[in-house]
């Protein structure tokens, strides 16, 4: 049996979403605090690629029109690890659909929108903690930013605005998903998308339709657009993608945004079906 909530006006509706949704972000962050190992293990798995890229292949590599790899890598790293962030969103929400967790919370009470909003808030947290640290070791490898505090400000806005659209996307994956096998195949297919953009190395110097695939990647966008913000070297281009990472770093969190969350959100509200 469904229990429903008293009819609300619509300020309390919002406060009440806020409240529950808080509810649902501690229950998260609890699961971290009576899990440190694997957090600290995830952070540490997020330093240990751009350290990886940065000293064992970083002296092979060269930057399109010269600069220091490290200032191309570091940005490239930044938006790959929000990318990366999905694979925890989805494996999290199916974990709960499968255990029956979600279908609980359903039942109470609460406010409908409670269990999106805290897993948004909870994952969007694990970004910026992610995010410290990432800065902390590129600092500590030469890495620094030369627009100012408020271009870096900018960028690491890019940064989280990816992480939240992406956020929607894992959502969606994860309440689709019923099976084991079905998350492990997402989790493998995360790599190579990943992987397929300017993140490490330009398009240029890719084979002309897959460079063409990475231009697009929405991750190209955030981490050219970031290079930008930062002041760092970028991968270079004359095209119309290359010469507009801005737009294109506000426009695909967008279109993401716009398409799965309302996916989302129906598929929650239909998860018994």
Do not use: K
Not at 31 to 53: C, G, R, T
Not at 129 to 140: D, E, H, S
Not at 171 to 200: C, D, K
Not at 218 to 228: D, F, H, K, Q, V
């Amino acid at each position: 049996m469904t229990l429903t909530a008293p009819s609300r006006s619509p300020l309390a509706r919002l406060r009440w979403a806020f409240t529950d949704g808080w509810t649902i972000t501690r229950r998260d962050l609890t699961h971290w605090a009576n899990q440190p190992v694997q957090f600290v293990v995830n952070l540490l798995f997020s330093v240990m690629v751009l350290l990886m890229f940065g000293f064992l292949f970083g002296g092979a590599m060269s930057v399109p029109g010269g600069g220091d790899y490290q200032d191309f890598l570091v940005p490239g790293v930044l938006a790959l690890t929000m990318v990366f962030g999905v694979e925890a969103t989805f494996t999290a929400v199916s974990t709960d659909a499968q255990r029956g967790v979600t279908d609980r919370f359903r039942s109470l009470p609460m406010a409908p929108s409670a269990v999106v909003l805290g897993r948004c808030t909870a994952d969007l947290l694990n970004a910026v903690l992610t995010l410290a640290a990432l800065v902390v070791a590129g600092l500590l490898m030469g890495w620094r930013w030369h627009n100012g505090f408020a271009g870096a400000l900018a960028a690491f806005g890019l940064l989280l605005l990816l992480r939240l659209a992406m956020l929607w996307l894992g959502i969606y994956l994860g309440l689709v998903t019923r099976s084991p096998e079905a998350v492990m195949a997402l989790q493998i297919l995360v790599w190579p998308l990943g992987f397929l953009s300017n993140a490490f190395v330009a398009p240029s110097t890719m084979p002309g339709w897959l460079g063409t695939i990475a231009e697009w990647n929405p991750l190209s966008a955030t981490a050219a657009a970031t290079r930008e913000l930062f002041g760092n070297p970028g991968w270079g281009g004359e095209g119309w993608l290359a010469q507009h990472p801005l737009l294109l770093a506000l426009l695909w969190p967008a279109v993401l945004t716009a398409v799965f969350c309302p996916l989302a959100i129906r598929r929650y509200r239909n998860l018994s079906r």
